[in-house]
């Protein structure tokens, strides 16, 4: 696992960086660039590259400046070990105080360090902290090259990042985190047997030993999606969701194997049984709620129904009645224009003839005969 260490001389720094590559070397040179625009500069960053072509990744951290590239550690890794083994690689090889991980095609609002660096030196009893993100949708041209379509909020119903709701959703990417390396270390790094749900399963642990803060306020990582890509130029929750599904289960079959089994080994499922039942009254519940909610849509849309077929009847009704009062005032036009014909030719017997001329032409045309 040959090593490139651009400055071995530097001191410890605060923040340790650690981004895991493969064979994307235009977004990795923005992830990059997004580190080395953060307002704090006490940091390093580590890059793993996961058995991808090297010369690229040597060539984006070739083009840094010199200060940046200072700061910058490259790992080549021969064989692919897979994302989280990239992970511990990359711990394994940092110095900092707080470790922070940015994927290769994840970028950081210029204030994140600043910010999470700040709020974990004022609050010492919390093992790591959290920022709002978002996720930015983006479509690649036959270069690589992102173009950014849209931008969405993410999780934006939780304000906080605790065990309850981790154990549940992972609702907390791992680009918005900062955590103590020490706690890292405690809650024992990345389980390499995992092809995904690394990030949640290492989260479980994290916040099993404390408390964890949240940053709310505008989002400071961009999480970035790239829903139609494929290969090494995609997102894991889109290429591979099946497996995200599997190790999902297969992390929860193993923490509650862990929890069941007694000190001789033999079961002990009482307490399972129970957050089972617990679990199915919720979920009875839910269906309950759920069915009581569609009745309800339902008797709502059938009175939307007939209020619009009222609504269209009243419509044609009035429409016919229009058509009907507009015949009847034409009826009395007319009748009146005859009327008036027989008092013109009544006029014309009495009047002289150019005096009726010039009354004609002083009517209405309508009514000239």
Same mark, same amino acid.
């Not at 064989?79 to 992970?87: I, L, R």
């Not at 709310?216 to 494929?230: K, N, Y």
């Not at 849509?297 to 009243?314: G, K, Q, T, Y």
């Not at 058509?323 to 005032?329: D, I, P």
């Given at each position: 696992?040959?090593?490139?260490?651009?400055?071995?001389?530097?001191?410890?720094?605060?923040?340790?960086?650690?981004?895991?590559? %493969?064979?994307?070397?235009?977004?990795?040179?923005?992830?990059?660039?997004?580190?080395?625009?953060?307002?704090? !500069?006490?940091?390093?960053?580590?890059?793993?590259?996961?058995?991808?072509?090297?010369?690229?990744?040597?060539?984006?951290?070739?083009?840094?400046?010199?200060?940046?590239?200072?700061? !910058?550690?490259?790992?080549?890794?021969?064989?692919?070990?897979?994302?989280?083994?990239?992970?511990?690689?990359?711990?394994?090889?940092?110095?900092?105080?707080?470790?922070?991980?940015?994927?290769?095609?994840?970028?950081?609002?210029?204030?994140?360090?600043?910010?999470?660096? *700040?709020?974990?030196?004022?609050?010492?009893? &919390?093992?790591?902290?959290?920022?709002?993100?978002?996720?930015?949708?983006?479509?690649?041209?036959?270069?690589?090259?992102?173009?950014?379509?849209?931008?969405?909020?993410?999780? *934006? &119903?939780?304000?906080?990042?605790?065990?309850?709701?981790?154990?549940?959703?992972?609702?907390?990417?791992?680009?918005?985190?900062?955590?103590?390396?020490?706690?890292? %270390?405690?809650?024992?790094?990345?389980?390499?047997?995992? &092809?995904?749900?690394?990030?949640?399963?290492?989260?479980? %642990?994290?916040?099993?030993?404390?408390? *964890?803060?949240?940053?709310?306020?505008?989002?400071?990582?961009?999480?970035?999606?790239?829903?139609?890509?494929?290969?090494?130029?995609?997102?894991?929750?889109?290429?591979?969701?099946?497996?995200?599904?599997?190790?999902?289960?297969?992390?929860?079959?193993?923490?509650?194997?862990?929890?069941?089994?007694?000190?001789?080994?033999?079961?002990?499922?009482?307490?399972?049984?129970?957050?089972?039942?617990?679990? &199915?009254?919720?979920?009875?519940?839910?269906? %309950?709620?759920?069915?009581?909610?569609?009745?309800?849509?339902?008797?709502? *849309?059938?009175?939307?129904?007939?209020?619009?077929?009222?609504?269209?009847?009243?419509?044609?009704?009035?429409?016919?009645?229009?058509?009907?009062?507009?015949?009847?005032?034409?009826?009395?036009?007319?009748?009146?224009?005859?009327?008036?014909?027989?008092?013109?030719?009544?006029?014309?017997?009495?009047?002289?003839?150019?005096?009726?001329?010039?009354?004609?032409?002083?009517?209405?045309?309508?009514?000239?005969?």
């Amino acid at each position: 696992m040959p090593m490139t260490l651009f400055d071995s001389t530097h001191q410890s720094p605060r923040v340790s960086v650690l981004m895991r590559t %493969r064979n994307r070397p235009v977004l990795l040179a923005r992830a990059v660039a997004s580190v080395h625009n953060q307002t704090f !500069t006490d940091y390093e960053l580590i890059i793993v590259n996961d058995a991808g072509e090297r010369r690229p990744v040597e060539h984006v951290i070739a083009s840094l400046p010199d200060a940046e590239r200072r700061r !910058t550690r490259f790992i080549h890794k021969e064989e692919s070990t897979g994302m989280e083994a990239a992970t511990n690689t990359a711990f394994a090889a940092s110095r900092g105080e707080f470790i922070a991980i940015l994927d290769d095609d994840d970028t950081w609002d210029p204030e994140f360090l600043q910010t999470t660096v *700040s709020h974990l030196d004022a609050h010492p009893e &919390q093992v790591a902290v959290a920022t709002r993100a978002d996720v930015v949708v983006e479509s690649l041209d036959d270069e690589g090259r992102p173009t950014e379509l849209e931008r969405q909020p993410f999780a *934006s &119903q939780w304000s906080s990042w605790n065990l309850v709701d981790i154990l549940a959703k992972n609702y907390i990417p791992i680009n918005s985190e900062l955590v103590r390396a020490d706690a890292a %270390r405690r809650a024992g790094g990345w389980d390499e047997s995992l &092809q995904t749900q690394g990030d949640w399963d290492f989260s479980l %642990r994290l916040l099993s030993l404390g408390p *964890s803060g949240f940053i709310s306020g505008e989002p400071l990582a961009h999480w970035h999606h790239r829903r139609s890509a494929t290969g090494d130029a995609g997102n894991s929750i889109f290429v591979a969701a099946q497996d995200h599904l599997a190790d999902n289960m297969s992390v929860r079959d193993r923490y509650l194997r862990e929890a069941v089994s007694r000190a001789d080994g033999s079961p002990d499922l009482g307490l399972a049984l129970q957050v089972a039942s617990y679990y &199915q009254r919720l979920l009875d519940e839910s269906r %309950r709620e759920a069915d009581s909610l569609h009745e309800a849509l339902a008797r709502i *849309s059938a009175h939307l129904e007939n209020r619009i077929d009222a609504l269209e009847e009243s419509a044609n009704r009035s429409a016919e009645e229009s058509r009907t009062s507009l015949e009847g005032v034409h009826t009395r036009l007319t009748d009146l224009g005859g009327t008036i014909s027989a008092l013109n030719d009544a006029v014309a017997a009495l009047a002289p003839r150019s005096v009726f001329k010039r009354a004609v032409h002083a009517l209405p045309r309508p009514w000239r005969r």
